[in-house]
């Protein structure tokens, strides 16, 4: 009976001291300082404090695969983030946003490789401002406005076509083909007129040269080109002088370039240029120049070039320009360079401008380098 008494009093003494100690804990605790009762000793976060857009979400609240007792964070317990515990940011700890200032790469302002202010460098294509192409690099200039009414600007006389003579061409003599009408010329075929004796030619004057038809012009050869009085050679337009073979140039004069109207020349064409001959070239002047056809400048050389007076070179345009072969770039001269319009320059090409001889280069001037294509 006396062990039972003792044990009794000893379970007793036990709880009123755990009694004792849950009050006396409960009472210590709440007497401490707030900050001291929310773990003062915890690691604080470390950077600068988050400024940007919180991230979009229900805040977290968990503390997944985190230290114990980290404050605030998602992953690996870093503070105030959500990927590998970067401040305020959601990719990579990229502070306050999602990238500062742009949407790729972060480049700040721009939507492409961060390019500031614009989708790429203010422009299209390749990257040129404010357009597709400068000055339409790689086109060629449209410069050249052909004659009025072209290369078909003959028109047959009036009463239409008569007759001729009896008997072979050949036989007409001088005095005989200067008495003929406009109608009898325009009854000249290609065949009748290569059959014409020089001096026969030589007898036709400009309303004759005007009545004959361009396909018998096709039959002239050079000594009957020699033989036609410059005079003559006024009344001869750019149908007409589209149909005269290479060979019937190869007899022309200066004399009788001069002569001709300007809108003739452009019934020239490449083959027909080739075959002139240098002395001829004198007869070009600015307006002859100016309403030739660009394809006719193809045929060019060098030593027609030189022979060109610079004066006929101001009539030359861009479009006219790119069509000369770098040949006949070798001869070109200072003075011609420098009697050629600004504008003009824009058509030369690379090959061209490797063509030209140095003593050229001193043709040039500023307008002319700043119409010149990149």
Do not use: C
Request: cysteine-free; overall charge neutral; proline content about 12%.
């Amino acid at each position: 009976m006396g062990n039972l008494i003792n044990k009794v009093g000893i379970a007793t003494r036990w709880r009123f001291s755990t009694v004792l100690i849950i009050v006396f804990s409960t009472t210590t605790m709440n007497l401490l300082p707030p900050a001291f009762a929310t773990s003062h000793d915890l690691p604080k976060p470390s950077g600068t404090p988050p400024t940007g857009t919180p991230p979009a979400g229900t805040p977290p609240t968990g503390t997944q695969q985190g230290q114990p007792g980290q404050p605030g964070g998602t992953q690996q317990g870093q503070p105030g983030g959500t990927q590998q515990g970067q401040p305020g940011g959601t990719q990579q700890g990229q502070p306050g946003g999602t990238k500062p200032g742009g949407t790729q790469q972060g480049q700040p302002g721009g939507t492409q490789q961060g390019q500031p202010g614009g989708t790429q460098q203010g422009g299209t294509q390749q990257g040129q401002p404010g357009g597709t192409k400068p000055g339409g690099i790689g086109v060629p200039p449209s410069d050249y406005k052909p004659p009025v009414g072209g290369v078909s600007d003959y028109k047959p006389p009036v009463g239409g076509v008569g007759a001729l003579p009896s008997g072979s061409a050949g036989t007409y003599q001088p005095n005989q083909v200067s008495n003929f009408t406009a109608n009898q010329m325009a009854a000249f075929k290609p065949e009748e007129m290569a059959q014409l004796a020089p001096n026969a030619v030589g007898a036709f004057n400009p309303q004759q040269v005007q009545a004959l038809p361009p396909a018998a012009f096709a039959g002239m050869g050079a000594e009957q080109m020699k033989a036609m009085a410059p005079t003559a050679m006024a009344g001869m337009g750019a149908q007409q002088f589209s149909q005269l073979p290479p060979t019937a140039f190869a007899g022309m004069s200066a004399d009788q370039m001069k002569a001709m109207a300007p809108t003739a020349f452009a019934g020239m064409g490449a083959d027909q240029m080739k075959a002139m001959p240098t002395t001829a070239m004198q007869g070009f002047d600015s307006k002859a120049v100016g309403a030739m056809a660009p394809a006719a400048f193809a045929g060019m050389g060098a030593e027609q070039m030189k022979a060109m007076p610079a004066t006929a070179m101001a009539g030359m345009g861009a479009e006219q320009v790119s069509q000369l072969p770098p040949t006949a770039f070798t001869g070109m001269g200072a003075e011609q360079m420098k009697a050629m319009a600004p504008t003009a320059f824009a058509g030369m090409g690379a090959d061209q401008m490797k063509a030209m001889p140095t003593t050229a280069m001193q043709g040039f001037d500023s307008k002319a380098v700043g119409a010149m294509a990149p």
